[in-house]
Nanobody
Framework: QVQLVESGGGLVQPGGSLRLSCAASGTIFSINVMGWYRQAPGKQRELVARMSSGGDTNYADSVKGRFTISRDNAANTVYVEMNNLKPDDTAVYYC?????????????WGQGTQVTVSS
C-alpha cells in the first residue's frame, strides 16, 4: 500500500506563488511517475504536471512557463512550484503516483489540497 500526503495549499493573490509538496510512503518501486492533478468545481479532474523517476516531465498547456515540477527520488517526494497564479488555477490539487508491478498499473491518490487564487 502507498500513502500520499500533500501540503502547501492556501489562499494567494493573482500573480502570487505557492509551492505544493507531496510525500509518498509505503511500498514504492524505483520506476514510477509522480504528479499533480487538479479539479475545479463543476469540472473534471485534469493533469497539471507529472514527472517520471527518470526525469521526464509533461505539463498541461495552461501551466507551461508558470509551474515547475520537481522531485526527490530518495525521499519519494514531488513538488510543484506555481508562479504567476491566476484565478483559473483555483482548484483542489491532488498528488498522484503510478507504478507498475508484473504488468499491472497501480494508481494512488492523495487527499487533495485546496489552492485558491483571489484578490
Amino acid at each position: 500500500q502507498v500513502q500520499l500526503v500533500e501540503s502547501g495549499g492556501g489562499l494567494v493573490q493573482p500573480g502570487g506563488s505557492l509551492r505544493l509538496s507531496c510525500a509518498a510512503s509505503g511500498t514504492i518501486f524505483s520506476i514510477n511517475v509522480m504528479g499533480w492533478y487538479r479539479q475545479a468545481p463543476g469540472k473534471q479532474r485534469e493533469l497539471v504536471a507529472r514527472m517520471s523517476s527518470g526525469g521526464d516531465t509533461n505539463y498541461a498547456d495552461s501551466v507551461k512557463g508558470r509551474f515547475t515540477i520537481s522531485r526527490d527520488n530518495a525521499a519519494n517526494t514531488v513538488y510543484v512550484e506555481m508562479n504567476n497564479l491566476k484565478p483559473d488555477d483555483t482548484a483542489v490539487y491532488y498528488c498522484n503516483l503510478d507504478q507498475w508491478i508484473a504488468g499491472r498499473t497501480y494508481d494512488y491518490w492523495g487527499q487533495g489540497t485546496q489552492v485558491t487564487v483571489s484578490s
